[in-house]
Structures are given as structure tokens and as C-alpha cells.
């Protein structure tokens, strides 16, 4: 199944992780460290009646903004602006098409800045947009194309365990981390 067709089909348990997951994974553009988004984590444990998303996002946010000016900037610029923009459209009910659209928004973004962050080479919009629609990989960059294995893989395990694939969801993330983390450092290297 293409991602597009996981973010159509996933519920709000699943909508909410791969969120979280996508923006987890760019938390180095935000200057958050490794456990910034460990609350937001720990809320998806809990249905989304439980009432602490809303609370947890706020707080992670703030905390987030202000780790901003620790952010990375300069050719990580953009990249930076967009995983800020998935955090601040971070929806306060963890529930309805507001959360679905966040979702979907997050993996795009994900997506653009794993192909900024890799200088692009000839993928453009309509090819990412393509490779969400078909889940291919093929003729993406080694960086483009092992985030869209993760956002799948996420997707999958939330949809076939549940609660119980957060711990695997949380897992390729904190390796989507590292690699995003070695990517930014390389790239500041290779612009500095």
C-alpha cells in the first residue's frame, strides 16, 4: 500500500504517530534534543479521549520554541521553517480531518525536507508527490527514499498493533533522527 493510501486509511491513533514520527524525526532543525517530543510519545498511549494531547502539545511547542534560536539555519534554512510549520499546525484535538490533514501535511513536509537537506538532485514536487501517491522509491536519493520507508513503516505498525506499535513507530524514529541529524551536520558542513 502507498502512504498516500496508509494517511487515507489510518485511524486517529495512527494519523497522530505518524504526525508525531515525521516531526520527531526533524527535531534537530528545531534545536530540541532527543527527548523533546518524549511527552507527546507518552500521550499517544492513551486514546484520544484522555484529554492530555492538547496540554502536551502546548507545552512541547513552547519548549520547542524556545530551543529556536539553537535551531540550525543557513542552508537548513527552509528545512527549519518547515518543521516549525508542522509543529505549529499541530491540531489541539487529536481527532477529525483537522488531525488527518496534519498528518498528511507533516509526511509531505518530511519529505521536502529530507529532499532539501539532500540538495535535491533531480526530484522535484511532482516526483515526491508521485513516490507518496505510488510508494516507489525508485530514482529517489538514498535519504529521500529511506524517509519514505520509515513513514510507511510507521504507518504499518500502528495499523497492525495499535497502541502496542508505538514502541517500533518510536524506534524508527529515533533512527530517522540520527540520520536527519547527520544529514544537517553534513550539509552545514559542506555550506560552511
Known amino acids: 500500500m502507498s502512504l498516500e493510501e496508509l494517511i487515507a486509511q489510518a485511524d486517529e491513533r495512527g494519523l497522530a504517530v ?3 514520527a515525521c516531526l520527531d524525526r526533524c527535531v534537530p532543525l528545531l534545536g530540541g534534543d532527543d527527548e523533546a517530543l518524549r511527552p507527546l510519545w507518552g ?3 492513551g486514546s484520544p479521549a484522555d484529554g492530555d494531547w492538547g496540554e502536551v502539545l502546548q507545552q512541547t511547542s513552547e519548549k520547542l520554541d524556545a530551543a529556536a534560536g539553537e535551531a540550525a539555519d ?3 534554512g527552509e528545512a527549519a521553517e518547515l518543521a516549525r510549520g508542522m509543529l505549529a499546525a499541530a491540531p489541539l484535538d487529536r481527532s477529525g480531518t483537522a488531525l488527518r490533514e ?3 501535511r507533516c509526511s509531505a513536509d518530511a519529505l521536502r525536507i529530507h529532499l532539501l537537506l539532500d540538495g535535491g538532485g533531480d526530484t522535484d514536487d511532482a516526483d515526491l508527490a508521485a513516490a507518496r501517491r505510488e510508494g516507489r522509491t525508485d530514482g529517489l536519493s538514498p535519504l529521500l527514499a529511506a524517509e519514505l520507508r520509515r513513514q510507511t513503516a510507521v504507518l504499518e505498525l500502528v495499523a497492525a498493533r495499535g497502541a502496542a ?3 517500533g513507530a518510536l524506534e524508527v524514529s529515533t533512527e530517522g533522527r540520527r540520520v536527519l541529524r547527520a544529514a544537517v551536520s553534513r550539509r552545514s558542513r559542506r555550506d560552511g
Do not use: K, P
Request: aromatic fraction near 6%; glycine fraction near 20%; include cysteine.
Open 165 to 167: 506499535g508505538l514502541r
Open 43 to 45: 500521550a499517544l498511549a
Open 18 to 20: 505518524s504526525g508525531v
Open 102 to 104: 496534519w498528518a498528511d
Open 74 to 76: 543557513g542552508c537548513a
